[in-house]
């Protein structure tokens, strides 16, 4: 099984940059996903990339503004949040997909603890 940390979060300002880092304790030769949650709201799609990196999805709320990434070498992945908004204030996950849309959190598996990201305006 693979384990997953997440890294990078913490407080910032409206405008501000982060780039998150997902550590796989293995090499993860699928496509992987960041997810976030705020309190009292569902987890929801982020951010996916495909296992070589030749393919990346975003939701509509952060095409623009987000990049992932990754370094199978380092058997890590990045998000780089750029421009953030207060509405980005979640705890960011990642985790490996498995089977189904990559949109929705139940096709994947192998959730890291989260990394909290808070932007203040």
């Known amino acids: 099984q693979v384990q997953l940390v997440e890294s990078g979060g913490g407080l910032v300002q409206a405008g501000d940059s982060l780039r998150l880092s997902c550590a796989a304790s293995?090499?993860?030769?699928?496509?992987m996903g960041w997810f976030r949650q705020a309190p009292g709201k569902e987890r929801e799609f982020v951010a996916a990339?495909?296992?070589?990196?030749?393919?990346?999805y975003y939701a509509d709320s952060v095409k623009g503004r987000f990049t992932i990434s990754r370094d199978n070498a380092k058997n890590t992945v990045y998000l780089q949040m750029n421009s953030l908004k207060p509405e980005d204030t979640a705890v960011y996950y990642c985790?490996?997909?498995?089977?189904?849309?990559?949109?929705?959190?139940?096709?994947?598996?192998?959730w890291g603890q989260g990394t909290q990201v808070t932007v203040s305006s």
């Open positions: 985790a490996v997909y498995y089977s189904g849309s990559y949109y929705f959190k139940s096709s994947y598996r192998s």
């Open positions: 293995g090499r993860t030769p699928s496509t």
């Open positions: 990339i495909s296992w070589n990196g030749g393919s990346s």
